[in-house]
């Protein structure tokens, strides 16, 4: 709801139809154009000049804010609000609008900066591994004198939960505090990290660590930009244990081969210790890595994919690695629930650890991970089940459950929003009936000057919700706005341009919250067009394209 608190606001630009960039002639132009139809002197009835007035003044004042540089400079950053803030009487007068653009910059950057020392930033981690591989190998003894149950046995092996949060001490210093806990068969560990980190300068940071679980460790991390397209990472860690010290180090130098793609190379001599090298490419369309690794006791190779699916807020991901230890191949789909929500579901078939199905949804910063292994051998019905499965039961969810709560969360939010904003909606609309009666004169004269050259006229005019414009049908959530195109038009030309086109002269939101369309009706040169737009989207009639086919 954004967008709409915004639109709520008076849009100067939009009131005048004027581009962002418009020039001080285009200001010009369009403060005349108005001041025409809205000066109380054009009327003589006393209560059309009292509400031409209230819209005159309005022309006036967006006018005088455009036209001076320094009020536009303010404007264009802060809104209207900005003009009412104390203390610009002066700025505005010691700085140009450059300056003063860059001293909004400044003071919304410090207004960050104080937003993210305020903030934890909590993350969560829960993961249960699910040992389903007798629904596919059930387990045969041969000395249970009482038989099976006909039921096959689904356990959970294992669970991990882990928590951090960080706080901002300074704004270049901050503290980390992260917790885990997990189990697997029977036995458990847990462990507590709290560290600190500085940003050293613009290039880097250094961090220092302390652990407590299964022994005390003590690590130190630095990250330092070397040029603008090579950057590396190091950390080192020393654990104390029952069995003494351990030592561990871990190095990346990473280098930026093109826009969109980087190349890592990493030492490991921390456990099992490995030398790796691996290039990523990431585009708009895809993603896409290779990775090489040569260690001990494992060397292997992999490739993965990852497709981006924009019309569907999802990705299709595919990978393949093999090695010393086996071989598997993986896919998988993701795909967005909400807002805040996304559901990624993948199979990995493998040797030696068989067929295993991935559940991991993802809302904020929570993240849920369901591992299930359902078989120890590569067989094709679980790989068939275990692919076929979720999708069926995300379709039957989707629409069952997803899909229809989506749609009432809308329906609530939107009429929220209508009856917080209910008094100003019914003045945008009194205010627009107001101005389409005092436009009427200059309707008539422009039709009148269009028909004596044959030029631009237009005929119907609605704007509202899209499938009422559809059915050209016209209810509260359409409203008829030919008159005020019409006095748009000059010299056969009708130009609106990319913004939302409520605060036009003549205009107001009927279905506020929800997506809207402009439909036009025109002739020009006594042929007729039609035509119908995103509420958003630029406008320039007359065209070829949209010529009615007779």
């Not at 709520?8 to 001041?35: C, G, K, M, V, W």
């Not at 030592?247 to 826009?259: C, E, M, P, R, W």
């Not at 910063?365 to 089940?385: A, D, G, K, R, W």
């Amino acid at each position: 709801m954004d967008d709409e608190d915004e639109r709520l606001e008076e849009d100067f630009y939009q009131f005048l139809n004027l581009p962002r960039n418009a020039s001080q002639e285009e200001i010009t132009n369009a403060y005349r154009r108005l001041s025409r139809i809205y000066h109380p002197d054009k009327h003589t009835d006393a209560l059309r000049k009292k509400e031409a007035e209230v819209l005159f003044n309005k022309t006036k004042k967006a006018y005088e804010v455009l036209s001076d540089p320094h009020k536009r400079a303010i404007y264009d950053s802060l809104g209207t609000k900005g003009l009412e803030t104390e203390g610009w009487e002066v700025v505005q007068r010691t700085k140009t609008p450059q300056e003063i653009r860059e001293e909004y910059e400044l003071l919304a950057q410090q207004k960050e900066e104080r937003r993210l020392l305020q903030r934890t930033n909590p993350k969560s981690s829960i993961s249960v591994s699910i040992d389903a591989t007798e629904l596919f190998n059930p387990y045969e003894d041969e000395y249970d004198e009482f038989g099976s149950d006909g039921f096959p046995s689904i356990v959970v092996k294992g669970m991990n939960f882990s928590q951090s949060i960080e706080a901002p001490l300074t704004l270049n210093d901050t503290a980390f505090l992260s917790g885990q806990l997990s189990t697997h068969k029977g036995s458990g560990s847990g462990s507590v990290n709290v560290s600190l980190r500085r940003i050293t300068s613009p290039d880097g940071w250094a961090e220092l660590e302390m652990g407590f679980g299964s022994g005390l460790s003590f690590s130190a991390k630095g990250f330092r930009n070397l040029t603008k397209r090579i950057f590396t990472n190091v950390s080192g860690i020393v654990t104390s244990t029952d069995r003494g010290l351990t030592l561990g180090f871990v190095s990346t130098l990473a280098h930026q081969l093109d826009k969109n793609t980087v190349g890592y190379l990493t030492y490991k001599a921390s456990g099992p210790s490995s030398m790796s090298t691996m290039v990523v490419k990431d585009t708009s369309r895809y993603r896409a890595q290779v990775n090489f690794v040569l260690g001990i006791p494992h060397s292997y190779f992999a490739i993965t994919y990852c497709h981006k699916l924009e019309k569907h807020d999802g990705r299709l991901r595919g990978a393949i690695k093999a090695g010393t230890f086996g071989a598997m191949v993986e896919y998988g789909l993701e795909r967005k629930v909400s807002e805040h929500s996304s559901l990624a579901v993948s199979m990995t078939v493998g040797v030696p650890t068989g067929v295993m199905l991935k559940i991991k949804l993802s809302r904020g910063n929570q993240i849920y991970n369901f591992p299930i292994h359902l078989c120890h051998e590569v067989l094709p019905s679980p790989i068939f089940y275990g692919t076929v499965t979720p999708m069926i039961a995300w379709i039957i969810i989707r629409r069952v459950v997803v899909e229809p709560y989506m749609q009432q969360q809308k329906i609530k939010d939107i009429e929220k929003h209508r009856a917080v904003h209910h008094s100003q909606m019914l003045a945008r609309r009194r205010e627009a009936e107001i101005s389409i009666d005092l436009m009427k004169e200059t309707y008539r004269r422009i039709v009148e000057d269009e028909e004596n050259r044959k030029g631009l006229i237009i005929t119907k005019a609605l704007y509202g919700r899209w499938l009422d414009l559809s059915h050209r049908d016209l209810g509260d959530a359409i409203t008829d706005v030919t008159i005020p195109l019409q006095c748009l038009v000059k010299d056969s030309k009708l130009i609106l341009h990319e913004a939302s086109k409520c605060q036009l002269p003549g205009f107001y939101d009927p279905c506020m919250g929800e997506d809207k369309s402009l439909y036009v009706q025109y002739t020009f040169h006594g042929v007729p067009h039609e035509v119908t737009i995103q509420d958003t989207d630029p406008l320039r009639i007359p065209k070829q394209s949209h010529r009615k086919q007779l």
